[in-house]
């Protein structure tokens, strides 16, 4: 049974990329996709993601706000794929003590292109790591 992914991020290009990234191993699935965090709450009850690949710098409701609220609606484990939280930056911390469970950098600001060749293989095996853990 494949691990169930919702990818949440304001750019269609970016939500697109990530999307080819994780269907590319067969053993992922992405179930749904949202622009906002609004989006994503109103979303993950019918969807059941396992897992959800979250940006922090979004309209409407931020990541940050997203994780807090997740806690009540979701047991998906969530993972930060964003251009502000590096590591050891406050954003990267702030989410991780809401409940995060990885925080990955986008390698080139919020429209990374290079995001396959240069992160890819990261994202798709912390998926498959936190989806069974």
């Not at 998906?76 to 794929?81: D, S």
Request: proline share 3%; hydrophobic share 50%; net charge neutral.
């Amino acid at each position: 049974m494949a691990v169930k992914v919702m990818v949440v991020d304001d750019s269609v290009m970016m939500r697109m990329l990530v999307m080819e990234i994780v269907s590319s191993d067969p053993t992922l699935e992405v179930v749904g996709t949202a622009e906002n965090g609004k989006d994503c709450i109103e979303q993950v009850r019918d969807l059941k993601p396992d897992v959800i690949l979250l940006d922090i710098e979004m309209p409407v409701m931020d990541g940050i706000e997203t994780l807090k609220r997740l806690k009540l609606v979701s047991k998906a484990k969530v993972i930060i794929l964003s251009s502000v939280a590096q590591a050891g930056s406050a954003q990267a911390a702030e989410a991780r003590a809401l409940g995060a469970v990885d925080v990955i950098a986008k390698p080139s600001g919020a429209v990374s292109l290079d995001l396959e060749s240069k992160r890819g293989h990261i994202i798709t095996a912390a998926v498959k790591r936190f989806a069974k853990g």
